[in-house]
């Protein structure tokens, strides 16, 4: 049995053009839009008030993004709070409203040994 150059020839040009042929490419599915966006991201915020001022670094945080740059949320802040002449670290909670890389902040530390509440209001810089 000896081969014809030519029928191997045809049967392999047959073979690779009706693979060509029917084929079928795969079009790209749309990629899905995130739903829910998050990162790591650190915070370094200046507050006060009259009588106290508080340092405060970014810590847990649940914000909602409201338009492209606009996000709105709330926060843990450890803080060292300087207040009657006394640096002392405290936990604080504040709403948080944050545009591109700028935050403003109203962290609430409980109170004082006066019974007096201690809210300070500042602004932040975000590190992302």
């Given at each position: 049995?000896?081969?014809?150059?030519?029928k191997v020839f045809i049967v392999v040009i047959l073979c690779?053009?009706?693979?060509?042929?029917?084929s079928q490419t795969k079009e790209e599915e749309p990629k899905a839009t995130k739903k829910?966006?998050?990162?790591?991201?650190?915070?370094?915020?200046?507050?006060?008030?009259?009588?106290?001022?508080?340092?405060?670094?970014?810590?847990?945080?649940?914000?909602?993004?409201?338009?492209?740059?606009?996000?709105?949320?709330?926060?843990?802040?450890?803080?060292?709070?300087?207040?009657?002449?006394?640096?002392?670290?405290?936990?604080?909670?504040?709403?948080?409203?944050?545009?591109?890389?700028?935050?403003?902040?109203?962290?609430?530390?409980?109170?004082?040994?006066?019974?007096?509440?201690?809210?300070?209001?500042?602004?932040?810089?975000?590190?992302?």
């Open positions: 049995m000896i081969l014809d150059f030519k690779l053009s009706s693979t060509l042929c029917f829910i966006d998050w990162a790591i991201d650190g915070m370094l915020g200046l507050s006060f008030n009259g009588k106290a001022l508080g340092i405060n670094v970014g810590g847990p945080s649940l914000k909602f993004k409201w338009k492209h740059d606009l996000k709105i949320g709330v926060g843990a802040f450890p803080s060292l709070l300087v207040l009657d002449k006394k640096a002392v670290p405290r936990l604080a909670v504040s709403p948080i409203i944050e545009y591109k890389k700028w935050l403003f902040i109203a962290p609430y530390y409980g109170y004082d040994t006066s019974n007096r509440i201690i809210w300070t209001y500042g602004l932040g810089y975000k590190f992302h």
